[in-house]
């Protein structure tokens, strides 16, 4: 880290350690001046521009906080801990227009999964082998599909997502409750050793912070900040999964529920959260397709589309509606119908651009010179994907990357992209094949 980072590293710290000052008002000064150097140099003017109290003013000027920051910045040096600030061209954009943010994430690990499309998958610690199963199969399949899996390292569906998402390029990323040099639950050990080598960790608490319980509910804004969408897999009628899902929901994203058999009181919460508004999710299809313009957003660089922030309940909601993606993507009438995401027996949805009708079972796309419109405007990437494709019937994602030479994460990245244009179609197995 250098002195420029440095200091506004300790300008960070110096707004969290200061007593009266909380995530809004950090919001406000950076919101304001860009950075907490420039908004520490001005602190005199704060309470003029009605950005903060007299009071906090104040409190800051005492400089009360010092020794705090010099502790926490010792631990992190101590620890040779990396850390990614509010000012950070790297920075998440999505956790930035909370109202709430953290000023800064302690991290370890591949910290360009932050730039991806994101999908949160969280449930109970103390689940089913039936919640299991969901939790692997959904985040299997979410992180096939190129979006990564955040989930907050807990035991039970924390868990299962993690480990199903890291087998996939989408990855996974965990974030903890406590300080990045803590495991907590420590049963956990294997699945951080392996976010640690293949995927994310990350934290907004300092070195050395422990499994405080009033800290898990500032885990959980980020859980589900970080994500386009939040989908809850197990959970009892009261439950912290539902805490996360209400978080969400002020943040304007999605949430998403599995029913669960009808005869198991551990998926009740989330028979609660259906009842109020939420979508269903059975497979990652279903939650592909209500993202699908979100997820174009993001793969294409730009900022994903969420609702506005504020409290609501789940029945303020619309619901997913057929022909969705082609509405969201400007396509033309003619669409057909194809499996997204997952088993030949998945259920089929509509795709914009499409120009054949597939079977369930499969029927090889037939390409006409008509199809060919379907093309123009793609960037350099895509094309090379498309041409990789062109004339043959299936194509593992592994041998694409090897013929084209590129990353696992790189090859998912472009495929995701143009499956939800309607352009590229994934068979089960990590096959792909021109719509």
């Known amino acids: ?60 000027v005492r400089g009360a906080w010092e020794a705090a920051v010099d502790e926490e910045h010792e631990a992190a040096r ?20 909370l109202p709430d943010p953290p000023l800064m994430l302690y991290y370890c690990g591949a910290v360009d999964l932050l730039r991806g499309a994101c999908v949160a998958v969280v449930g109970s610690r103390s689940c089913s082998g039936t919640g299991i199963s969901h939790a692997r199969r959904i985040s299997a399949e979410l992180s096939g599909a190129g979006v990564t899996v955040v989930s907050g390292l807990a035991w039970g569906i924390d868990r299962q997502a993690h480990l199903a998402g890291l087998d996939g390029p989408g990855s996974s990323i965990a974030v903890l409750g406590t300080g990045l040099d ?98 269903p999710a059975g497979h990652a299809s279903d939650i592909l397709r209500d993202l699908a313009p979100q997820i174009r957003a993001v793969m294409e660089g730009g900022a994903a589309a969420v609702r506005p922030q504020k409290a609501v309940t789940p029945r303020e ?35 914009a651009g499409t120009r054949v009708a597939a079977a369930a079972g499969g029927a090889a796309p037939v390409t006409d010179g008509q199809d060919e419109d379907c093309f123009s405007g793609l960037d350099d990437d895509s094309r090379l994907v498309v041409d990789a494709l062109r004339g043959k019937d299936r194509v593992h994602i592994d041998t694409l990357s090897r013929d084209l030479g590129w990353p696992a994460a790189q090859t998912s990245s472009v495929l995701l992209l143009l499956e939800v244009q309607g352009l590229v179609h994934q068979w089960p197995g990590m096959e792909y094949s021109l719509e």
């Open 182 to 279: 803590r495991t907590y639950p420590p049963e956990n050990a294997d699945v951080r050793a392996l976010l640690e080598q293949r995927g994310l960790l990350v934290s907004e608490f300092a070195p050395g912070t422990g499994p405080v319980a009033q800290n898990f509910p500032y885990r959980n804004r980020i859980v589900s900040g970080l994500s386009l969408g939040v989908v809850v897999v197990e959970a009892a009628r009261r439950s912290g999964s539902r805490i996360t899902a209400r978080m969400a929901l002020e943040q304007g994203r999605e949430v998403y529920a599995v029913p669960g058999p009808d005869d198991m009181p551990s998926f009740d919460g989330c028979r609660g959260l259906l009842d109020e508004g939420a979508t």
């Open 317 to 351: 909601r619309p619901k997913p509606e057929q022909g969705r993606l082609a509405d969201a993507f400007g396509a033309s009438g003619a669409s057909g119908a194809v499996p997204v995401v997952g088993s030949a027996t998945d259920a089929v949805v509509p795709r």
């Open 78 to 97: 101590k620890c040779r801990q990396p850390v990614l600030l509010y000012d950070d061209p790297r920075f998440p954009d999505l956790l930035r227009r």
């Open 1 to 60: 880290m250098n002195a420029e980072r440095l200091a506004e590293y300790r300008a960070c710290l110096s707004l969290r350690h200061c007593l009266h000052i909380g995530p809004r008002t950090w919001k406000r000064l950076f919101d304001h001046y860009g950075c907490a150097r420039d908004a520490a140099d001005d602190v005199r003017q704060w309470c003029g521009l009605g950005l903060a109290s007299a009071r906090q003013v104040e409190s800051y």
